[in-house]
């Protein structure tokens, strides 16, 4: 699979192997394969390739409960039988070219038993296989399409038919890398679905694009149609929920509507509704879907973390990685770290992975001061082991201050400047210049008089980098322009 790389890729949360993998046998694409390899023996005929001889296809689709009478029925039933041999689940033994017998036996494969008495992890493998053998499927063009290709000698002209499969591979692939990060990103969709016309344009529109020409939105539209069909195709593997498009809005909606759907800012308030939106076509990742894409990642080399699968690292590795996770993902990787500690060796490993005078110490000490939040009194000796640390002195005074605790030293001047400086690199670290940033420079600085004329002698590796900040940021216009002045100071020191 391929993906646009991206910097720090969100973890996922995802349900537990077990469940994960009742989730696929429940899959009816994937039930219906291990219903056809328990059918298979010495009645079954195959033709070359591995096929289910076409005269057989009726009885497979009764065996599965479809209509064999109905053109879909022995579709879905040579669908599922191809997802049954390509996983294992059926051993097929085709017949030879020229040779006596006109067609092949099969016989169920050795795979099967798996499905009953294997493990999550191997119900899971053969679930992704059977993927693997979907998302092929559904990068090949539709039947007319095929049809209409047909040169004068019976033969696809794929020059006139204008399908790459490489090509019509990637573009699926990049879309669910899409729908994948969109589900599991802090602000993106979330839980909810996701209008088709977005992942559409996602894959059409550049970014920096103004106004959409008229050829763009008839990209769109096309992307948009080829997609219904794809998630059509994926549905019914447990890889999404999917609303398809509505066939009145096709024949009402011009190739502007379409895009406009999928657009950022989306059609004004008052022009569409929910309803409306939903005509376009919704698609969701279901928790099976979600694991699926993130294997795929993984084998094609993307780093894409899982929630709980630091458990068994250090602190250090815990604290480098939540570093990059949104701080709701952060929090609950944190949780699980701790579940299966004893909470005062935890305490001190913590601590001890935060200390740093690199680039990433600031928001390594914001972390662990969210890991220790929920901490309870027993957590107390640890904490106060640090109090006389240069680098965690403070964070352990905000938290003993915070529970309560009488005793707690306080601090000099220069523990509160270096405090100041590294909570607030440890802010645009994980967040950027964000709208409360300078409510909280205000908020640490105004409590000091002359901040400005001591705070950039203080021996932090981002003194002058958060003053700077601090004068473009500063909501006092005075304050901002002491601290652009003592930036310079500090610039100047450290040279």
């Known amino acids: 699979m391929s993906a646009e790389p991206h910097p ?7 349900p537990s192997d077990a469940e994960l993998a009742r989730d696929a046998l429940v899959a009816p694409l994937f039930a219906r394969a291990v219903r056809l390899a328990r059918w298979a023996g010495p009645h079954t005929r195959v033709d070359i390739g591995g096929e289910l001889a076409a005269a057989q296809l009726p009885e497979a689709a009764a065996v599965l409960g479809l209509d064999p009478t109905d053109e879909e029925g022995p579709v879905q039933a040579s669908q599922a039988w191809r997802v049954a041999v390509d996983t294992g689940l059926v051993d097929v033994a085709e017949p030879e070219e020229g040779g006596a017998e006109e067609s092949g036996t099969a016989t169920p494969g050795e795979d099967l038993a798996l499905v009953a008495g294997g493990a999550p992890g191997e119900v899971l493998d053969l679930w992704l296989a059977a993927l693997d ?8 063009p539709d039947l007319d399409d095929l049809v209409d290709a047909l040169d004068a000698g019976g033969e696809i002209d794929f020059d006139r038919l204008d399908w790459n499969p490489s090509r019509e591979a990637d573009f699926l692939d990049g879309v669910l890398a899409n729908l994948y990060l969109l589900t599991v990103s802090e602000h993106g969709a979330s ?8 992942l559409a344009a996602s894959m059409v529109i550049p970014e920096d694009m103004g106004e959409p020409t008229d050829a763009v939105l008839e990209q769109v539209s096309d992307a948009m149609m080829r997609l219904d069909d794809q998630f059509r195709q994926l549905e019914p593997i447990g890889l999404v929920e999917f609303r398809p498009v509505d066939e009145a809005l096709m024949a009402e909606a011009d190739d502007e509507e379409f895009a406009a759907a999928g657009s950022a800012d989306g059609p004004s308030r008052g022009e569409v509704d929910d309803e409306d939106v939903s005509r376009y076509g919704l698609v969701r990742l279901t928790p099976l879907g979600l694991y699926g894409i993130r294997a795929r990642m993984l084998e094609a080399g993307v780093t894409a973390p899982a929630v709980g699968e630091l458990a068994d690292k250090g602190a250090d590795a815990l604290l480098d990685a939540v570093s990059g ?3 709701g993902a952060a929090q609950a990787e944190i949780e699980q770290w701790l579940a299966g500690r004893e909470l005062q060796g935890a305490v001190a490993e913590l601590l001890a992975a935060a200390r740093g005078a690199d680039e990433g110490g600031p928001l390594r000490r914001l972390r662990c001061q969210q890991a220790l939040a929920p901490a309870g009194p027993e957590a107390e000796p640890a904490v106060r082991a640090v109090l006389d640390d240069a680098e965690l002195g403070g964070l352990a005074r905000v938290w003993l201050s915070e529970r309560g605790v009488a005793d707690v030293p306080a601090p000099d001047e220069a523990m509160v400047f270096w405090l100041t400086v590294d909570t607030i690199a440890a802010q645009l670290a994980a967040d950027g210049e964000t709208a409360e940033l300078p409510l909280l420079m205000r908020s640490l600085t105004e409590h000091h008089t002359g901040f400005f004329d001591q705070v950039w002698r203080v021996e932090h590796p981002a003194t002058a980098y958060v003053l700077e900040a601090m004068g473009r940021m500063h909501p006092d216009k005075k304050a901002a322009k002491e601290a652009r002045k003592a930036a310079f100071k500090a610039r100047s020191r450290q040279a």
């Open 8 to 14: 720090t890729l969100p973890p996922v949360r995802l």
């Open 133 to 140: 053998t979907v998302l092929a499927d559904a990068a090949v």
């Open 191 to 198: 839980d909810g679905p996701v209008p088709l016309p977005v």
């Open 325 to 327: 996770y949104p701080e």
